[in-house]
């Protein structure tokens, strides 16, 4: 905790106008949030909940039934062809598959995270592993079936200051040193109020600051708590996100039921209250 709040302050006074009231603020931050608590799941029996009930599980679907299991792998997440012909005209289908996504029940403010994903290798389909605020704060792990090689990270925070929604500003791809989007692999989303990494199978891929998410002369860096949500979904709708996940889905070939697998979370605090 000492050296911990030592390097916080040491690094928020070199961004300091005073380093008194710095000190201050650091101090009342770590004392009063009393916002992330340890937490392990590999998703047992029960860990899910559905929409319709409330048992006090870690974790609430926010998809149908049907579109998510949990078992020996953990958390699956379903896609599935959608209902009736699918058509493309413009590079875009006309239906998308159906998709599962998962929250957590309880939230937090900055932690840092392993999500232990295995990923589907469908061009068109996105595999998430995020943390998700209702400010819409968004720190993201994002898996493309059309690009396995290479995994994406993003952040989102909107700023009144924005004219229009930052989609993709601050978005980075990274390639994997092995395997692909199928395998499974170890992601960190080490959060806290000086900077974001994120590492892949321990390695780290990617710092970004406050500094870094300047636009239209204000930050955007997350900085209200998140729930973890996991998901698949398909792009396949409209261009621009079809662009980006490489899609659209060519269910002719496509498999009519994918998998993805969340076989493991975990949230280690940075601090405690
Ligand atoms: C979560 O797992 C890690 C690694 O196995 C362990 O060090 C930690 O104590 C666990 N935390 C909780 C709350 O179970
Ligand atoms: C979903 O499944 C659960 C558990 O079987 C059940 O309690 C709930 O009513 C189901 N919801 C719907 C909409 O079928
Ligand atoms: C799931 O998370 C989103 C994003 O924060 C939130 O808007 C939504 O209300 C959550 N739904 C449930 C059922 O927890
Ligand atoms: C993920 O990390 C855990 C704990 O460090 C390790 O035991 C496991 O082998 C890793 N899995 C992968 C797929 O890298
Ligand atoms: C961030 O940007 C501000 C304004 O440009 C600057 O004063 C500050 O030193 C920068 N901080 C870091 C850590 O780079």
């Not at 994997?176 to 990494?197: L, M, P, S």
């Not at 998901?231 to 709708?237: A, H, I, K």
Request: charged share 15%; hydrophobic share 35%.
């Amino acid at each position: 905790m000492f050296v911990l709040g030592a390097i916080v302050a040491l690094a928020a006074c070199a961004r300091a106008v005073t380093a008194i009231a710095h000190e201050r603020v650091a101090h009342n931050r770590l004392a009063s949030t009393p916002t992330c608590t340890p937490f392990n799941s590999t998703f047992p029996k029960g860990s899910v909940d559905f929409r319709q009930t409330s048992t006090g599980a870690p974790f609430i679907a926010i998809s149908p039934n049907g579109s998510w299991d949990v078992g020996s792998n953990g958390l699956e997440l379903f896609m599935s062809k959608p209902e009736g012909p699918v058509t493309t005209s413009d590079g875009v289908n006309s239906q998308l598959g159906n998709g599962a996504t998962v929250n957590s029940t309880f939230t937090f403010l900055y932690g840092k995270v392993t999500y232990v994903v295995t990923g589907v290798n469908t061009p068109g389909i996105v595999t998430a592993a995020i943390l998700i605020g209702d400010s819409h704060d968004e720190l993201d792990i994002e898996l493309l079936g059309g690009d396995p090689n290479n995994w994406q990270t993003n952040v989102f925070a909107t700023n009144p200051a924005d004219p229009a929604p930052l989609v993709g500003a601050f978005g980075d791809t990274q390639p994997y040193q092995a395997g692909d989007v199928k395998d499974t692999h170890n992601y960190t989303i080490d959060w806290n109020e000086e900077r974001v990494i994120w590492s892949v199978d321990g390695q780290q891929v990617r710092t970004l600051g406050p500094n870094d998410t300047m636009k239209n002369g204000v930050t955007h860096y997350p900085a209200s708590p998140v729930r973890l949500q996991m998901g698949v979904w398909d792009g396949s709708s409209p261009q621009g996100t079809c662009e980006w996940a490489k899609g659209p889905v060519e269910w002719t070939t496509a498999p009519s039921l994918m998998t993805a697998y969340i076989n493991s979370v975990s949230v280690e605090c940075p601090y405690t209250a």
